[in-house]
Structure formats: C-alpha cells, structure tokens
C-alpha cells in the first residue's frame, strides 16, 4: 500500500499569505495525485487532479505541482473561505486510492 | 447535475452490521464506478472499496476485507455498503463518491454511524 504523508498536520496563516503545501508519497506515483478541500461539517471537495490540473471551478489561486514522490499544493493569497483542511490522495493505484491525513489552514 | 444522496444517520451496538444505502442520479447510473470512503477522528480518510455499477464488480482495502459488501441495484440507481462485525472504533463518516474515471468529484452528504452499547 502506498502511504502518502502530509506536512505541517496545521498552518497558522494570515489572509492574503501566499501557503504551500506539502505532500510526499511511499513510492513514486508518477503525477497521479489528487488535492481535495474540507469543510466542517461537509463531504471533501476535489480541486486538484493529476498533479496538477484544476478542476473546473476552482480558482486560479490554487495550483498543484510535483511528480514522483513529493507533491505541493499552494493558494497564492489566502481568502477567508480557504481555511479548511486539504488532503492530498493518489490514484497511481486505480481504482485503489490512499489519502494522506490532512494539513488544517487555520487564521493566525 | 450530479447528486449522491445517502440514508440516515445509524446507532449500531458492538458486533451488529449496518447497511448505508447512496442513491444516484444526473448521470448513467452504469457509466462510474462508486467507492466508499470512512473518516474518523484518528484515521482521517480511508478508501475502502468501490463498486461498477455495471457488473457489480468489487474491490475492497484489505483493511476491509472480510468485513465489507458493496452491492447495488440499477433499478433504483443505488449502491449499498454494508459492514459487518462493528467495533467501537468503526465509528465513522462514511461517504460515497462517483468516480468519473481517476476522480472522486462528486460526493455525497455522509452518514454518521455510531457504534456504542
């Protein structure tokens, strides 16, 4: 199984801070990651397929990169409604997926 | 548009089963896969199985083998979950989501499964 490990587990950041977000898998997964959005109290949302590739929708401040083993999510100014928690899941192992376990944004 | 739309909230008591029911519609029924998806405090988010609606296939975590049964009726566009054998520790939010080829993007609500005696 590959495990996928995410760091900080928490950010303090402030409105309008550029964040990034890290994320690094077990074994190589190519760019077949996935970045999702959690809300209190709501199902995840995806935002980032394939490493990199936004899902319609989501906003031009959030972009995914990396490939292998080691993979970044950053938000280039931070608004009031990015403070969730991201998970970062691979799907190199379709249809069986790992996720990783969050980093919560939270106000400074 | 897409909807997953799954049942109620559950109280089971160590050792019972239960069954969550998602209902899909907005889309060929057959034409995506569904997986299942726990989240608990501790764990966070553990896939554990998916269905093709189509065949009925199933591929389950190995951490859920045994334990687990995905099944669906394509009558009423729905896919069921049912996990056996509840542990204290199965407390959960248990979510369905399509698969529209690699991507999880459309999820329903959850369902909270409590398993207290």
């Known amino acids: 199984e590959i495990v996928m490990t995410q760091s900080p587990a928490t950010l303090s950041v402030s409105p309008g801070e550029r964040v990034t977000l890290s994320c690094r898998a077990s074994q190589s997964i190519s760019i077949n990651l996935a970045w999702y959005q959690q809300k209190p109290g709501r199902a995840p949302r995806l935002l980032i397929y394939?490493?990199?590739s936004r899902v319609t929708g989501i906003p031009a401040r959030f972009s995914g990169s990396g490939s292998g083993t080691d993979f970044t999510l950053t938000i280039s100014s931070l608004q009031s409604e990015d403070f969730a928690v991201y998970y970062c899941?691979?799907?190199?192992?379709?249809?069986?997926?790992?996720f990783g376990q969050g980093t919560k944004l939270e106000i400074k | 548009q897409v909807r997953l739309v799954q049942s109620g909230a559950e109280v089971k008591k160590p050792g019972a089963s239960v069954k969550v029911s998602c209902k899909a519609s907005g889309y060929t029924f057959t034409n995506y896969h569904i997986h299942w998806v726990r989240q608990t405090p501790r764990q966070g988010l553990e896939w554990m199985g998916m269905?093709?609606?189509?065949?009925?296939?199933?591929d389950y975590a190995q951490k859920f083998q045994g334990r687990v049964t995905m099944t669906r009726d394509t009558s009423t566009s729905t896919v069921y979950m049912e996990l056996s054998s509840l542990r204290s520790d199965d407390t959960a939010m248990f979510y369905c989501?399509?698969?529209?080829?690699?991507?999880?993007?459309?999820w329903g609500q959850g369902t909270l499964v409590t398993v207290s005696s």
């Open positions: 269905i093709n609606p189509s065949g009925g296939t199933t």
């Open positions: 989501a399509v698969a529209r080829g690699i991507r999880l993007d459309y």
């Open positions: 899941q691979q799907h190199n192992t379709w249809p069986r997926y790992s």
């Open positions: 394939g490493a990199s």
